[in-house]
């Protein structure tokens, strides 16, 4: 069987089925934004993720600073996802014979900006010569109150569900990008066209993790019933949330909240803006489920917005279109293994 027919999470599953936990300390394995390590009252979050050049990133365009700071905070992101906070990270890196000190210093700088903005220590890590590009594998340790730790299996029937920010932005930084990147080949003195549009270009190159909106639900007193960060897209992660919760969905295409110049920039190209939002990924942006008393809270939270509620599972998971038709939604975001993917990272 083809790796690519599996994808990335049906790989992980294969892999990783009926996998037994042979310490009680271990609450929880495979499956979460995080895996979570039980130690007294406190819950250890324990998060790892790899990016490699050419498949995550492409040099031609992604500043060094930048690449680092981005692996450091995607780690911080699934940390908040799981309702807890980042605490200390570890770096390795697999470094190909052209880089220089020099770049893998800059690469470090942005890694040491994101941890002394989120508050996070750099405790360790390794390093390695790579025959093929840059590799980088972050490993980011959180902790939380042991009963406030959200997963994505909680959300419940008649739950609302709650996304911050605006979705689809870096996607269409990405492609962006891409066209920048296309239009300056050959051309030795050639300078890239961004003006109106740097904030989606920063979505991309720059993303930050929503900590604000962690600690605004903690003031206003509301633990989700589930949660995690979109960087997949928001079709895909809202079916890991009901796959997991056994429910079903229902999200209105006219609340999920979209920028100006995403919609410019999807114009421009002639794509679809709701399937940019659906399925590009990138966002790291919070997607959660919250009970239905929760609503006169949530409704009014600054960068947050209500776009839809849980069903039954036998109703299934659908987008609502204005006019009132559901649509089905499918698991067409970014998925490294597929043979396909809505949001090429390469």
């Given at each position: 069987m083809e790796i690519s027919q599996l994808g990335e999470f049906g790989l992980i599953d294969r892999l990783t089925k009926d996998l037994p936990t042979v310490n009680s300390s271990t609450i929880r394995s495979v499956g979460d934004d995080c895996a979570?390590?039980?130690?007294?009252?406190?819950?250890?979050?324990?998060?790892?993720?790899?990016?490699?050049?050419?498949?995550?990133?492409?040099?031609?365009?992604?500043?060094?600073?930048?690449?680092?700071?981005k692996s450091a905070v995607v780690n911080f992101s699934d940390v908040y996802a799981m309702n807890g906070t980042p605490r200390q990270i570890t770096v390795s890196l697999g470094i190909s014979s052209r880089f220089t000190v020099e770049h893998i210093e800059e690469l470090y700088s942005g890694i040491r900006?994101?941890?002394?903005?989120?508050?996070?220590?750099?405790?360790?890590?390794?390093t390695t010569s790579s025959r093929q590009g840059l590799v980088i594998s972050i490993t980011c340790i959180g902790e939380a109150e042991a009963s406030k730790v959200v997963t994505r299996s909680g959300a419940r029937d008649t739950d609302l569900i709650c996304v911050s920010g605006d979705l689809g932005a870096a996607y269409m930084g990405l492609q962006l990008l891409e066209r920048e990147k296309i239009a300056s080949a050959g051309q030795k003195d050639f300078r890239p066209d961004f003006g109106g549009k740097e904030y989606i270009v920063e979505r991309q190159l720059k993303p930050e993790a929503r900590k604000d909106i962690v600690a605004q639900l903690a003031k206003d007193g509301i633990v989700p019933t589930?949660?995690?960060?979109i960087s997949?897209?928001?079709s895909s992660d809202l079916l890991h949330i009901a796959h997991d919760s056994n429910v079903g969905c229902r999200v209105y295409e006219d609340r999920i909240p979209i920028d100006y110049q995403t919609a410019v920039m999807a114009e421009e190209l002639g794509m679809n803006v709701i399937m940019a939002a659906l399925n590009g990924g990138e966002d790291y942006e919070l997607l959660f489920t919250v009970p239905l008393h929760c609503h006169e809270k949530v409704k009014d939270m600054p960068g947050v917005k209500v776009i839809g509620h849980i069903t039954k599972p036998e109703l299934g998971c659908a987008l609502v279109t204005p006019d009132g038709a559901e649509i089905p939604l499918r698991a067409q975001g970014w998925n490294p293994l597929a043979a396909t993917s809505a949001s090429d990272k390469g």
């Open positions: 979570v390590l039980r130690n007294h009252d406190t819950d250890i979050l324990v998060t790892t993720d790899l990016l490699l050049e050419g498949v995550h990133f492409d040099l031609t365009y992604v500043p060094l600073k930048h690449l680092g700071y900006l994101a941890c002394n903005i989120y508050g996070v220590d750099l405790v360790g890590g390794d589930a949660m995690m960060d997949d897209g928001l």
